[in-house]
């Protein structure tokens, strides 16, 4: 088992590593414990969690929609009603136990209460052991705008096992592989496209590129917690990829969010090569793997206006000024270059760019 260290937070990574939960009640036996766990999938993610952390079992359980149309504040109204009717107090530690979204909303249901208390994340996808449990961001959205509330706050720890994987659907493991691709363009100069079409042949391949995600993103979060300059980076394909993932939203069709930041690469790469100089090879490399693998977001010219309304509202504007991520190479990344609306709406109208 391997252990990152993302400042304080211990990020434990390999098989058993969800045991060390059940040490909780044993090494700190003074203190309370509970559990958050996504009810759309308890089903699934609760027994092999509970049969490898025995001491768990009689400690209570509260259950969260997480599903994307109920990321908003008054989902979270109930649970902490439950919370102030059963006593918790600010020492309570929450063991949040799902996907990206459990682990969204738990950490920032958690890091509110009572002014804040302390919480672990047990990711049970892919996306969620990638990115969501990593590196401290927890939040909701506002409406069909990503996350635009939140906070900063650290879990005690992240326990990373891949026994969740196995029961995870397709869409599910192509989502999360989504970002730990996007590592791969931000952060690795030796990364390929061979070598990144290698991780859908071999697991062994596909454990070596999701630890290199969690170890890079820690090590990136860790330098720049609250995202004044290197950690704007990890948001390469969201200025687009949010639009997307909103408008799909907004539809009543909601997709992934992994396959919705994919989408937003592909406009990201189109616009690296237009302004930062990416080699036009692997613009097209990237294009015609990215879209081989996930397709393409289906919208009209006159969706258009929603999604530019969309990213004007995005989080990371500074001064109403609009900053994707962009690249000049693999691991080399522009978190600073402004890009004007007319180039956004271009890349809108050229898209899907064949």
Known sequence: MECVLDQGCPIHIGENAVQLADEIPLRQSCRNCVILCESNAANLI???????????????VYYLDSSESRKQMESLLPLWDAWVRDGMDRQTLVINIGGGVLCDMGGFAASVF???IPFIHVPTTLLAMADASVGGKNGVNLHETKNILGTFRRPEAVLVDPVFLQTLPRQELLSGMAEIIKMQFIANAEASIESIEEAFRSKERL???????????????????EEANLRKTLNFGHTFGHAFEALALKRGEPIPHGIAVAH???????????????????FEQGLDWLQKHYGIFAFSPEDIPDLM???????KNIEGKIYPILLSAFGKCRFDQAVPESLLEKTLAAYPFF
């Open 207 to 225: 454990s070596e590129l999701l630890h290199f995600a969690i170890a890079r993103k820690a090590e990136i979060t860790g330098t720049d917690f």
């Open 309 to 315: 309304g969309y990213m004007k509202n995005d989080k």
């Open 46 to 60: 609760l027994p092999p969690f509970l049969d490898r952390c025995p001491n768990l079992r009689k400690q209570p």
């Open 264 to 282: 937003g690469m592909v406009c990201e790469l189109y616009l690296s090569w237009l302004m930062t100089g990416l080699d036009r090879e692997l």
């Open 114 to 116: 009572k002014r804040g």
